[in-house]
Structures are given as C-alpha cells and as structure tokens.
C-alpha cells in the first residue's frame, strides 16, 4: 500500500473552500485514492474516491493530476460542521480490502 | 442510508474479563471488518472476515481476539481476557465487496471500551 503524506491540521473560515492535499509519490497503476472523514467518537465515513482527473459528488470534489503522485480533496464552502479529521488512503482493495489510516488532517472551521 | 450497527456503546470492563463486541453489518454486505483506536491515536485495523472465515489479521489481533459471525446478521469480536492496553474505540465494518465501490466501507459509530 502507498504511503501517504498530508498535513497535519488546517484552520479555515465558515463559507471558505478547503483544499486538503495529500502526497503519495508510489501509487501503483492499481491503486485508487479515497478519502474518509472522522468526527469525534464516530466512525470514519466515506467521502469520494477516485483513480484520475476529476470526481465530484453531493459533498466534495477530487482533483487528481495526470502523474497521480497527489491528489487534493475539495471542500466548498465549509460550515462549522465540516470540522474533523480527514483521511486519504490509497490501494487496490481487491485482495482482502484492508484500510490503512494514517494521522489524516485535523480541519477545523471557526466562525 | 442503510447503517452499521454496534452495541454497546460503552462497555467498561475489568481487567482479565471477556467481552464481546456486537455489530449488525448492512445486510447485503458481504466483508466484515474490525478496527480499533486508541484515543489520540490512528484508526487501527485488526481483522477481515468473508465467506465466515478470517481473510487478514494484523498483529493486534492476537489469541485474545476472536471473531464470528453467529446467525446471518450479527459478527463479533471476542476478547477473551482484556488487557487494560484494549482500551479503545472498537468500530465495525462492512462493505459489499472487498474491492472499489461508490460507497466505500461503511462505520459504525463505535463502542468505547474502557478496562479497569
């Protein structure tokens, strides 16, 4: 599985659009990048996964270059909601399906 | 949105008893999950389950820990004589296959386990 870099926290402004960019230099052709978000003393959640150039859905965007080496989750215009640990994660998940979290990004959203 | 269940939610327990961590997985789903954290720290993954056997197990999921799935609805984690080190978040998971969905992997929101 890639390893993946992001950072560690973030502040933001309600209505604000959050980008959180994630490293991972040695993503394999199989692999897929997929980002979860965690609030206190709940279960990750999935938010979007994508393998290249753009997805969108009802919550967030993804933007994935041609290399494949990042990738950057979009957040448009946060509430005080959006704040929380957010993961990205790479692999294949055909074999066995296990994920592997890091440190993720603390995003915290003020007023 | 269909959900996964756990209960308890907390579960407080003394050290070298065994307790047994209950999930409802989504019920067309065919991958179950265990994973844990320690507070402050990264979700941890401890074991897989498909087709009622064990498909991976990490190093944490020693001969202390357990899984089933006892009829077609519930899994399990057993652990047979807690550590006060088992403290933790304990969250199932579940997924329809064992590979890339729309969807992802569905949490449940936890139990805390807390041993004294």
């Known amino acids: 599985l890639a390893k993946t870099t992001q950072p560690i926290s973030m502040d933001s402004y309600e209505g604000q659009e959050v980008n959180i960019t994630c490293s991972h230099n040695n993503i394999a052709t199989n692999d897929y990048i997929t980002w979860y978000q965690q609030f206190p003393s709940q279960g990750p959640r999935f938010i979007i996964q994508g393998y290249k150039t753009k997805v969108t859905n009802e919550v967030a965007s993804l933007f994935i270059p041609a290399d494949r080496k990042s990738s950057t989750l979009s957040l448009p215009r946060v509430s005080l909601s959006d704040t929380a640990v957010y993961y990205c994660l790479v692999g294949a998940w055909n074999q066995g399906g296990k994920l592997i979290f890091g440190q993720g990004t603390e995003l915290s959203v003020k007023p | 949105e269909p959900e996964v269940t756990q209960t308890p939610s907390h579960q407080v327990t003394q050290m070298g008893q065994e307790v047994i961590l209950r999930c409802v997985p989504i019920?067309?789903?065919?991958?179950f999950y265990w994973y844990r954290q320690i507070l402050g720290q990264k979700v941890e993954f401890l074991v897989s389950?498909?087709?009622?056997?064990?498909?991976?197990k990490s190093e944490i999921f020693d001969d202390q820990f357990s899984v089933e799935r006892p009829d077609g609805s519930n899994f399990t984690l057993k652990i047979r004589s807690t550590k006060l080190e088992d403290s933790a978040m304990y969250f199932c998971?579940?997924?329809?296959?064992?590979?890339?969905?729309?969807?992802?992997?569905?949490f449940g929101s936890g139990t805390r386990l807390t041993v004294v």
């Open positions: 019920s067309n789903h065919l991958y």
């Open positions: 389950f498909y087709n009622n056997e064990i498909s991976e």
């Open positions: 998971a579940s997924s329809e296959w064992a590979g890339l969905t729309s969807y992802g992997y569905t």
